[in-house]
Every structure is written in C-alpha cells, then in structure tokens.
C-alpha cells in the first residue's frame, strides 16, 4: 500500500520544509510519495523544492511548470505523476493537516465499501459575507446541475486508484474538481476537520476569482443557463407583442396618441440589454467550445526532478 500526496505550490517559499516536516512525521511507517506541482510561483518556491529533491529525505517528485496553470490543472497533473494506491490532495500551507489525510487512508483501509474521503470544515474562519455568497452559488447549481454538490465539501480530499483513473480520463481544458468529483460518482465518506491557520504566505484567493471559478463551474456542468437565456427571449419577445397590440388598439379604437420618444428609449434599452445578457450567455459557451477544440494540453512541464528514498 502507497499514498501519494499531491501538493499544488503557488509562492510556498516558506511553507515547503515545514510541509515536508510534517508529512514525515505524519505518515511515519506508512510508504508515501509527495508530489509538489510548482504553478509558476514568482517567489523561491523551485528553488526550495530543488533542495528538498536533493536530499533525499523522502521520495519526492516535483513537476515545474512553464507558468502558472492554475490549481486545476496542478491537481490534474499531480494525478498523472502519483503511483499510490491512495492519493490525498493536501495544500502546502498547512491549513490541511497531513495527519488528517493519513487518518482518510486509514479509513478506507477499513472501509471497503468507501471510495472516497471529503473533508469539510466544521468551523468555517471566512467572513459571512463570503460564506453567503458560497451558499448562494451552492444553493443555484444544485438546481441548475443533473448532479448533486456537496455544500461544504473542500477539495482536500483521499481517493482510491479507481476514482483517480475516472478523473485522469477526463482531459477537459476548463476544470472544475468539486463538480468532477461530483460527477464521476463513486461512495464518498464525507468527514469534518478543523482548518489550521496558514504557516506562512497569504493566500492567491480573492473574491474575484471564487467568482469566476464559480462561473467557470456552472457553464461547466450545466447547459441550463442557456436554457433561461432561451426563455428570457421568449418572455420578451411576448411582452413586446403584447405592447405593440396594445399600442395599436389605443391609436386605432381609442383614439390615443402613441406614446413617443422615452416609450421608445426604454423599449429599446430594454431588449437591447436582454439581446446582450443572452448574446454574452452564448458567447461564455462558445468560448469554451473554441478553447477545448483547440486541444490544447492542460499544463506544459518545464522539467521534472524526482528523488526515490532508498528503503531500509
């Protein structure tokens, strides 16, 4: 039995041999590999994984790419590299306990009818306004997805080989783990865990990337707002019929004077901004559409340094 742990690294300088520190004495008597993925830190962050690499405390590969990816596609890669029969997603930062992820290996070594661990935070640190909005998106692409989303559930997590080979044969450019976790299925334990403050660094995260990666995931795995697009038009194209037989039956029956110019100013603002919310709406579509016909590879690897500890 092998566990490999899969360490995204974004500007981890000074996380990286507290990090390496704690998996060895988390996973002491266990044979574990860690894979760290540098996505194209601006900091000394290859630099340390270099002299990790060298060594030789542990078996330790590090992919480093040619700029940065993403988290994504670090994940993606790091299932690529891992040989284990386990791999934990951990973050390098510490908030994620590596203990934690040997206690989800343990759990599945006695629970074989489980596929999956998901961790999720008991206590959540984050502000309640960025707490409302996650649940807001939650709450929106559960209705608009086929698939069920688990609210709370994080991405440090423990799958079994099966469940990595499921993902790996999935190569979309545009990734979103919480909803490929979702959709490749498989019996998921889904477990609580308190998050630890953050070693060192600040984090990448900002509000404007949860909200675009929330957009990313629901063009993802829903073609429903394509759907609500559909019927936007519909809906005012009806309306507007609506309106055109009561303007005529005002100026033919009744006798009153078409309303002029700021009539025609709102009707126009109006069903010009609806045309552009479902032209944009499409175009999101379309976008991916052209990005995923090109093909183009996940991540590109600038090099690849591995270091295999000699068993005693």
Known sequence: MKVSLVVPCYNEEENIV????????????MKYEIIFINDGSKDDTIGELKKLVDKKSANITV??????????????????????????FVDADLQQPVSVAREMVEFLEENPDYDAVACYQEERIEGKGLSFLKKGFYRIIDKMCDIEFRQDASDFRTIRRTVAEAILSMPEYHRFSKGIFAWVGYNTYYRPYTVQERNAGVTSWSTGKLFKYAIDGMISFSTKP??????????TSFCAILYMIVVIFQKLVIGIDVPGYPTLVVLILLLGGVQLTVLGIIGEYLARVHTEVK???????????????EER
């Open 63 to 88: 992919v480093d790419f040619s700029r940065n990816f993403g988290k994504e596609a670090g994940m993606y890669a790091g299932l690529q590299k891992a040989t284990g029969d386990y791999v934990s």
């Open 18 to 29: 507290p990090f390496a520190r704690a998996a060895e004495e988390a996973m002491a008597g």
């Open 295 to 309: 093909n183009r590879p996940i991540f590109l690897e600038r090099a690849c340094y591995k270091c295999e500890r």
């Open 226 to 235: 394509l759907k609500i697009a559909t019927g936007l038009g519909l809906f």
